[in-house]
């Protein structure tokens, strides 16, 4: 009782009471008379999909395969963005090169139309999650400092590495090893004093500005277009 939905037993996953339900983020049952009597519009593309998605998700070999291709991938366009490079991202930092943001601009601009049309279509779901001010904003400034002074984030020295970078390797890969080594084993006592401290409401942009998914996302776009054509303007 009061359990959610991944926390349930296979038999206890449909709820009479709402109209659709989700499981892993993509649409798993709606009721006939959500979209009134007949069939339901695309009811079976969509189960179709989530029982591909669930088989390629229990290979286990298809798993490792997707993840190296997409790895590759990911550290290919880091490196063909210039964002593995230590001198373009001190340069963001000092404000003289403002490569880094103009690609993570770029994929913001197309992951938020992307990722709100496949919401949409009951493809995915977006979960709010709750901050505190010891977790975001002191552990927000931990990592600015360790990226100021190493010149990678955690993304960028694994691809600096692909390069042949030996800062990337002992600065950064060595250093995240213990780092996270260190977290680890002081989690317990960060998690009921530190991670703690100050909570901070689970709520999204739309909902902090009470006003319409869509007119945000156009309104974000805009701003977003319009900052990456002015760094292009005056040149930086």
């Known amino acids: 009782m009061g359990r959610r939905l991944h926390e349930r037993s296979r038999d206890q996953w449909i709820d009479p009471a709402l109209a659709c339900q989700y499981h892993h983020g993509m649409l798993f049952f709606c009721r006939r008379d959500y979209y ?32 190296l291709l997409f790895g590759i991938m990911f550290g290919f366009l880091l490196q063909k963005g210039g964002v593995t490079d230590y001198n373009v991202i001190t340069g963001q930092l000092l404000l003289t090169d ?64 692909g390069t042949g970078a030996h800062d990337a390797l002992f600065g950064g890969m060595v250093g995240l090893l213990i780092g996270a080594g260190l977290f680890a084993e002081s989690y317990p006592l960060l998690r009921s004093r530190v991670l703690a401290w100050g909570k901070l409401p689970a709520v999204t942009v739309p909902e902090f500005l009470n006003l319409n998914l869509w007119i945000v996302i156009g309104l974000m776009e805009v701003f977003m277009i319009g900052f990456l054509l002015l760094l292009e303007y005056v040149g930086l």
């Open 36 to 67: 009134g009597p007949g069939t339901i519009p695309g009811h079976r593309g969509v189960r179709e999909e989530r029982q591909m998605l669930v088989t390629l998700h229990k290979n286990k070999n298809a798993q490792i395969v997707l993840g």
């Open 98 to 161: 403002f490569t880094v943001l103009k690609l993570m601009l770029s994929a913001v601009i197309v992951g938020m139309i992307g990722f709100h049309l496949l919401k949409h279509f009951g493809h995915v779901q977006s979960h709010a999650a709750a901050g505190t001010i010891g977790s975001n904003v002191i552990g927000g400034l931990i990592f600015g400092v360790g990226f100021a002074l190493l010149g990678y984030c955690p993304g960028t020295v694994a691809g600096a590495v």
